[in-house]
């Protein structure tokens, strides 16, 4: 079981930037696959990004791409979405989510609100 908090969200102007971060409790961090995804409203959710167990960025979205990066420290059981040169079309629910190599993703933070202004 993991637990996931996410917070950093907020108000940003066009070209702006924001830091999220997502807190994990529980047992075994460092075992999990973590990723981060987003919902607009009225869209899916979509995969921003996969970060496996040693840190390692197998995946961004190409409308990422350059933009965002993923990161994680084990050893503070947090997982990190940098948000750089951000867009009015990022405006989202950004959620963390866990999963072990063979599953899904079974655990999801509650979301964090990011609001692009133009």
Do not use: H
């Not at 995946?59 to 350059?66: D, E």
């Amino acid at each position: 079981q993991v637990q996931l908090v996410e917070s950093g969200g907020g108000l940003v102007q066009a070209g702006g930037s924001l830091r999220l971060s997502c807190a994990a409790s529980g047992r075994a961090f460092s075992s999990y696959v973590m990723a981060w995804f987003r919902q607009a409203p009225g869209k899916g959710r979509d995969m921003i990004g996969e970060i496996t167990q040693s840190g390692v960025t197998t995946y961004y979205t190409n409308s990422v791409k350059g933009r965002f990066t993923i990161s994680r420290d084990n050893a503070q059981n947090t997982v990190y979405l940098q948000m750089n040169s951000l867009k009015p079309e990022d405006t989202a629910v950004y959620y963390c989510a866990a999963r072990r190599l063979t599953t899904g993703f079974d655990y999801w933070g509650q979301g964090t609100q990011v609001t692009v202004s133009s």
